[in-house]
Protein backbone atom coordinates (compact mmCIF):
# COMPACT_ATOMS: atom_id res chain seq x y z
CA UNK A 1 0.00 0.00 0.00
CA UNK A 2 0.90 3.59 -0.85
CA UNK A 3 0.20 6.73 1.43
CA UNK A 4 -0.30 10.22 0.06
CA UNK A 5 0.20 13.49 1.93
CA UNK A 6 -0.85 16.61 0.11
CA UNK A 7 -0.17 20.35 1.69
CA UNK A 8 0.45 23.34 0.96
CA UNK A 9 -3.13 25.14 -0.20
CA UNK A 10 -4.73 27.53 0.83
CA UNK A 11 -6.42 30.96 0.36
CA UNK A 12 -4.78 33.33 -1.89
CA UNK A 13 -5.56 36.75 -4.01
CA UNK A 14 -5.47 36.15 -7.41
CA UNK A 15 -2.03 36.45 -8.91
CA UNK A 16 -0.28 35.16 -6.18
CA UNK A 17 1.64 31.87 -5.78
CA UNK A 18 1.33 28.57 -4.05
CA UNK A 19 3.23 25.38 -3.58
CA UNK A 20 1.91 22.61 -2.88
CA UNK A 21 3.17 19.17 -1.89
CA UNK A 22 2.33 15.91 -1.67
CA UNK A 23 4.62 12.94 0.25
CA UNK A 24 4.65 9.62 -1.00
CA UNK A 25 5.01 6.68 1.72
CA UNK A 26 4.55 2.69 2.09
CA UNK A 27 5.73 0.55 -0.70
CA UNK A 28 6.58 3.23 -3.37
CA UNK A 29 8.20 1.39 -6.06
CA UNK A 30 11.66 3.00 -7.86
CA UNK A 31 9.49 3.41 -11.04
CA UNK A 32 6.38 5.25 -10.90
CA UNK A 33 4.55 8.38 -11.81
CA UNK A 34 3.32 10.91 -9.87
CA UNK A 35 0.49 13.69 -10.79
CA UNK A 36 -1.87 16.30 -10.04
CA UNK A 37 -5.11 16.56 -10.55
CA UNK A 38 -7.61 19.14 -9.11
CA UNK A 39 -11.59 19.08 -9.13
CA UNK A 40 -13.71 22.59 -9.02
CA UNK A 41 -16.96 22.97 -7.00
CA UNK A 42 -19.23 21.07 -9.73
CA UNK A 43 -16.81 19.65 -11.91
CA UNK A 44 -14.84 16.83 -12.61
CA UNK A 45 -11.50 15.75 -11.52
CA UNK A 46 -9.18 16.69 -14.27
CA UNK A 47 -5.70 15.97 -14.94
CA UNK A 48 -3.02 18.83 -14.49
CA UNK A 49 0.11 17.36 -14.87
CA UNK A 50 2.22 14.21 -14.21
CA UNK A 51 5.98 13.49 -13.92
CA UNK A 52 7.71 10.20 -14.30
CA UNK A 53 10.40 9.02 -12.02
CA UNK A 54 12.93 9.66 -14.95
CA UNK A 55 11.83 12.96 -15.09
CA UNK A 56 9.38 12.92 -18.42
CA UNK A 57 6.77 15.43 -17.82
CA UNK A 58 3.05 16.06 -19.53
CA UNK A 59 1.05 19.46 -18.79
CA UNK A 60 -2.46 17.98 -19.57
CA UNK A 61 -4.44 21.28 -18.56
CA UNK A 62 -3.49 23.64 -21.22
CA UNK A 63 -4.62 26.40 -18.91
CA UNK A 64 -1.79 25.51 -16.68
CA UNK A 65 1.09 25.99 -19.35
CA UNK A 66 3.35 28.91 -18.37
CA UNK A 67 1.88 29.22 -15.10
CA UNK A 68 2.19 26.00 -13.09
CA UNK A 69 5.28 23.76 -12.39
CA UNK A 70 5.59 20.44 -11.81
CA UNK A 71 8.80 18.75 -10.23
CA UNK A 72 9.77 16.12 -7.97
CA UNK A 73 12.45 14.55 -5.14
CA UNK A 74 12.85 10.72 -5.41
CA UNK A 75 14.85 10.69 -2.76
CA UNK A 76 12.06 11.79 -0.81
CA UNK A 77 9.14 10.58 -2.97
CA UNK A 78 7.80 13.58 -3.13
CA UNK A 79 6.17 15.64 -6.25
CA UNK A 80 5.87 19.57 -5.86
CA UNK A 81 3.50 22.13 -8.13
CA UNK A 82 4.58 25.61 -8.40
CA UNK A 83 1.19 27.73 -8.40
CA UNK A 84 1.73 31.06 -10.24
CA UNK A 85 -0.17 34.08 -11.34
CA UNK A 86 -3.00 32.28 -9.98
CA UNK A 87 -6.74 32.91 -11.28
CA UNK A 88 -10.13 32.19 -9.61
CA UNK A 89 -10.63 29.56 -12.11
CA UNK A 90 -8.15 27.19 -10.23
CA UNK A 91 -9.97 27.50 -7.17
CA UNK A 92 -10.69 23.53 -6.48
CA UNK A 93 -9.30 20.78 -4.44
CA UNK A 94 -6.07 19.62 -5.64
CA UNK A 95 -5.39 15.57 -5.37
CA UNK A 96 -1.81 14.08 -5.98
CA UNK A 97 -1.99 10.15 -7.07
CA UNK A 98 0.51 7.80 -8.00
CA UNK A 99 0.97 5.12 -10.23
CA UNK A 100 2.85 2.10 -10.28
CA UNK A 101 2.62 -1.46 -11.44
CA UNK A 102 -0.52 -0.67 -12.90
CA UNK A 103 -2.32 0.78 -9.46
CA UNK A 104 -3.54 3.87 -8.74
CA UNK A 105 -2.87 5.65 -5.24
CA UNK A 106 -4.78 9.13 -4.68
CA UNK A 107 -4.03 11.41 -1.80
CA UNK A 108 -7.17 12.97 0.04
CA UNK A 109 -7.01 16.41 -1.78
CA UNK A 110 -5.59 20.34 -0.77
CA UNK A 111 -7.94 23.27 -1.16
CA UNK A 112 -6.89 26.27 -2.92
CA UNK A 113 -8.59 29.13 -3.27
CA UNK A 114 -8.25 32.14 -5.42
CA UNK A 115 -10.04 35.09 -4.44
CA UNK A 116 -10.31 38.17 -7.00
Known amino acids: QVQLVESGGGLVQAGGSLRLSCAAS????????MGWYRQAPGSTRDLVAY????????YADPAVKGRFTISRDNAKNTVYLQTDSLKPEDTAVYYC?????????WGKGTLVTVSS
Open 51 to 58: MTTGGFTN
Open 26 to 33: GSVFSTNT
Open 97 to 105: NLVQALTTY
